[in-house]
């Protein structure tokens, strides 16, 4: 069925339209601007205008549309198709209104559907009020097409309508007002017109409700009724809101007007105001702070920049803890801002940083400015600098105190007459103020200074303006005493001398301090016989007057044997009290003439001058003096009521000092004291040339074996290990005894004999031993498979006496085992009898400890020591070995065969292996095998092998 469409009904229809739609956008714009968006009624008027204006297009767009059949509307759908789009535009602008954002895109996506929603139902929904039959069809594009356009003109008329919303200058005909209704106006019909199109009728449909409907005719006169109706009544509204409007903001502009004049004339008052309160701040001495309530500054007047040194825009605006408030104090104050105005007191003192370093004390007097609400809006900090105040009163104070301290203080006049004294001058001299007020200083003229001394004293006060220095004064009670007196001169403006002041300090206790100090630089505490130093200055002196003599002169340098077991058995007091009473015995014994002194510790040492110019004579008068001492001796000390017997190791050196010196006595003296203590001890030895040699000797070999091992961890070490190899009766390899040997490269090759008891004298054996257990577990780790392939069975190492003694061998076995992951049955520790002589070492302990570990022992030149055969039974040995000294003798020695015979019978009934040790002959390899000896090392089986050499015999 053919379409046609009424021109005037179609502009009418888009007029329609675009009223409406600025209707609807007037009546939103003054709920915005009325701020009445709780108002139901403007909402509702604003939903009519739109939602009626778009139903209004809507049929008279149908009533443009001539079909070839009669058509009317069923009522029901057709006023249903009324309140959709008046529904549908009030949920949009409730949407869009009731949030002042109205920029949030959800609000306007939401929006947007509800009305698109609502249009395109008002239309399809009016189409279907015909009821024609056959039904209306739809083009699906055309269709799809005008849903489209619904959405797009419900999206681009609430978009616009946001922005309009927008209008500050409150005036309804706005060019966005009408262009935003134009665009939703020309939209709206759109759609209607492109849904129309996307209708299709048939040539024989006609309408089903022409009796019953709503007829073309009636449609149209309430269309046209109701929507003049809804425009004329809406326009008179909008005209008297807008006369309103107009009215109300011509009394606004009157009233700002009068209000912005009021405020110019205030504003004028106030910069007057202002400029001379700023003036008036500016002339003030008191520093003038003024913060705002977060402690920022707003105002610094010049007397506070003048104190400070910094300038107003340097601190303006920036919190005043940041530049003048000290580090200490930052969170006192900002306590003190966080309570304000109540924690504010009224006056209180605070330093201030300056520019310059250091601060500035204030006395702050402070006041706040509140608002209508009791609220701070600043706080004005009045300030005056009472830095110099503050330290005027202190130096007051300060010398107050210090005229009262322990030093004497006394004031006179020009002519000397006293005039004030303090309590320390009463305490030291004993007179009272009223005593000697008035006097002179003479009252305390002790006689010891002639009149030259204080002429010259006064001289110098007159010409330097002060004088100090020692002096003796009388007390009251007439005891005289020395004092460190400084007289000062005070002059009065005319530069005359008005007032002497004098401070003194009794120095008797420090002159005594001095004697004793100078008595103890000099001389022994415990003994009081001259010390070190005193000793060997007299030395000097005297060996320097010998070389014009002949005579001989003496040292004895003794050494109290023992004292350390002394000392630890009975204390330190004790032992200080037992070198008392050694001191004053040796002092009755020898002559008046001698110098004897306390060298140090234990040792003492006696100077023996003029004597024989025979050096024998003068030798047998000191051994005759040294024979004395050692047998006056005998009887023991008398100390603290319990007799102590004590030995000395005496050293003498006698000398004509013709090529002697002080230190090479000293020296002489001493190394013959360390030979008599070698030689048993409690008894003395002189000094030879032999001996000093010998001292020289070891002490060069104990410089070396020091500095050489501390290279044993460098690959050639002057420190080695080499192996006796040790054989069974039918030569085969057994075992092997491990052996330290040392090619130094300063002395060469040095035996065993000679190092191992300097090592053993210096105490290097315990660093000497352990490389030597270090090595040889090195090396047995490096041939663990031949000790499994070959006969080899365990390696023996020596331990001296020293390491025995040393309580943490064990431990430090045990790491040493650890660390080169050897089995402790591969070793066995050789020591000889000995050791046991030291009653340091308890062989029971040592031995239960270290046999626990799994270790086994070795006893070595057995036979030779003065042990007990208890040894054998109580410790746990599994080895004996027989000295060389007893081989050497077979088979042509009766008593060192029997010897052997029967060292081997005893072990083997004691379930003992026996080594025969130096077996350099077939004879003897053959009887001691033929007696049952188990293991044999000597020359005739193998030299000690180097590591190299002893793999390449288990090898083989």
């Known amino acids: 069925m053919d379409k046609q469409y009424d021109v005037y009904l179609v502009l009418g229809s888009l007029i329609i339209s675009f009223l409406t739609s600025f209707l609807a956008i007037a009546f939103a714009n003054f709920i915005v601007w009325h701020k009445k968006s709780a108002s139901q009624w403007w909402l509702f008027a604003a939903a009519l205008n739109l939602g009626l ?181 809406s326009f008179l509204i909008l005209a008297y809101e807008q006369y309103v409007e107009q009215k109300e903001q011509a009394k606004n502009r009157l009233m700002l007007e009068h209000v912005t004049s009021e405020v110019a004339r205030r504003t004028a008052e106030l910069e007057y105001q202002t400029t001379m309160n700023e003036r008036l701040l500016e002339t003030m001495d008191a520093i003038v702070v003024v913060l705002d309530k977060k402690g920022f500054i707003k105002q610094f007047n010049l007397a506070a920049q003048h104190i400070t040194g910094y300038a107003a825009h340097e601190v303006k605006d920036r919190p005043v803890w940041e530049m003048l408030i000290p580090q200490h104090l930052v969170a006192d104050v900002k306590k003190r801002f966080s309570n304000l105005p109540s924690s504010l007191p009224n006056k209180w003192q605070y330093d201030l940083l300056i520019r310059q370093g250091g601060v500035v004390t204030i006395d702050w007097h402070n006041s706040v400015l509140l608002d209508e609400n009791g609220e701070v809006l600043f706080i004005i900090c009045t300030g005056l600098d009472i830095t110099q105040a503050i330290k005027d009163q202190e130096a007051l104070k300060l010398s107050a105190v210090a005229f009262e301290t322990q030093e004497a203080m006394v004031v006179t006049d020009a002519s000397g007459a006293i005039l004030k004294v303090n309590q320390a001058f009463e305490d030291i001299t004993g007179y009272s103020l009223s005593e000697v007020k008035g006097k002179t200083m003479k009252v305390l003229q002790s006689g010891r200074h002639d009149k030259a001394f204080y002429r010259a004293m006064w001289a110098c006060i007159i010409n330097q303006g002060y004088w100090h220095g020692e002096i003796w004064n009388r007390r009251k009670n007439g005891e005289i005493y020395p004092e460190w007196l400084r007289i000062t001169q005070v002059l009065g403006k005319d530069n005359q001398v008005i007032n002497y002041i004098g401070s003194f300090a009794d120095i008797s206790q420090r002159k005594q301090i001095e004697q004793e100090l100078e008595f ?155 030979q008599a203590k070698a030689m048993g001890k409690n008894t003395f030895r002189f000094y030879t040339d032999l001996i000093g040699d010998n001292m020289a000797e070891r002490f060069k070999m104990e410089v070396a074996l020091r500095h050489d091992l501390t290279l044993t961890k460098e690959v050639n070490s002057p420190l080695s290990v080499v192996y006796q190899p040790q054989y069974n009766k039918d030569k085969k390899l057994i075992g092997a005894e491990a052996l330290v040997r040392w090619n130094s490269a300063e002395l060469g090759v040095i035996s065993p004999v000679d190092f191992i008891n300097v090592a053993e004298e210096s105490g290097l054996i315990d660093d000497l031993g352990m490389f030597v257990v270090h090595r040889v577990l090195s090396d047995i780790q490096q041939m663990e498979g031949l000790f499994n392939e070959s006969s080899l069975d365990h390696i023996s190492i020596n331990l001296s006496i020293k390491q025995l003694t040393n309580p943490n061998l064990t431990e430090r076995l045990l790491l040493a085992f650890e660390e080169h992951q050897v089995l402790s049955s591969k070793v066995r520790f050789e020591f000889t009898e000995s050791a046991f002589l030291d009653n340091a070492l308890d062989p029971k302990a040592l031995f239960a400890e270290m046999s626990e570990e799994g270790f086994s022992f070795s006893l070595d030149d057995f036979g030779t020591g003065f042990s007990s055969l208890s040894y054998l039974k109580d410790l746990p040995i599994c080895e004996l070995k027989i000295d060389k000294s007893f081989v050497d003798g077979i088979p042509s020695d009766d008593s060192d065969m029997t010897i052997c015979s029967a060292t081997i019978s005893m072990a083997q009934k004691l379930g003992l292996e026996v080594v025969a040790e130096g077996v350099e002959t077939q004879e003897q390899f053959d009887w001691l095998a033929q007696q049952g000896c188990n293991l044999l090392q000597g020359y005739l089986m193998s030299r000690p092998l180097p590591y190299a050499e002893f793999v390449l015999l288990l090898e083989k």
């Open 520 to 674: 103890l630089a000099f001389y022994d505490s415990i003994t009081q016989l001259p010390n070190r130093r005193l000793f060997t200055d007299r030395l000097e002196q005297t060996v320097k007057a010998n070389h014009s003599t002949k005579q001989h002169l003496a040292l004895m340098f003794i050494d109290l044997d023992n004292f350390k077991h002394i000392n630890d058995t009975f204390g330190h007091a004790f032992g200080d009290e037992l070198l008392a009473v050694f001191s004053s015995f040796v002092k009755e014994l020898v002559p008046n003439s001698v110098t004897l002194s306390r060298f140090g510790g234990d040792e003492f040492v006696i100077l023996f001058t003029e004597l024989s110019e025979s050096y024998e004579t003068a030798a047998f008068q000191i051994e005759h003096m040294a024979q004395i001492i050692l047998d006056s001796l005998a009887d023991g000390l008398d100390v603290r009521q319990q007799n102590v017997y004590i030995s000395t190791s005496i050293g003498i050196a006698v000398s004509d000092c013709s090529k002697d010196d002080a230190g090479s006595l000293l020296m002489k003296a001493d190394t013959a004291m360390y």
């Open 53 to 233: 204006g778009i139903w209004a297009m809507h049929f008279v767009g149908m009533l443009a549309l001539h079909l070839d059949t009669a058509v009317a509307f069923e009522p029901i759908r057709t006023i249903v198709s009324a309140l959709i789009p008046v529904a549908a535009s009030y949920a949009a602008f409730w949407v869009i209104l009731s949030h002042q954002d109205s920029s949030n895109s959800n609000r306007l996506l939401f929006g947007t559907f509800v009305l698109g929603s609502g249009i395109a139902c008002m239309h399809y929904l009016g189409m279907d009020a015909m009821q024609m039959f056959p039904q209306i069809v739809y083009d699906p594009i055309l269709f799809f097409l005008s849903l489209i356009i619904a959405y797009v003109a419900s999206f681009i008329g609430l978009k616009l309508f946001s922005q309009s919303l927008k209008n500050q200058n409150r005036t309804i005909f706005s060019i966005s007002n009408i262009f935003s209704s134009i665009v939703i106006g020309v939209a709206v019909t759109g759609m209607h017109y492109t849904g129309m199109a996307a209708a299709e009728f048939e040539y024989n449909s006609y309408c089903t409700v022409l009796e019953e409907g709503i007829r073309f005719g009636n449609l149209a006169l309430l269309v046209i009724v109701a929507i003049m109706s809804l425009l004329l009544f």
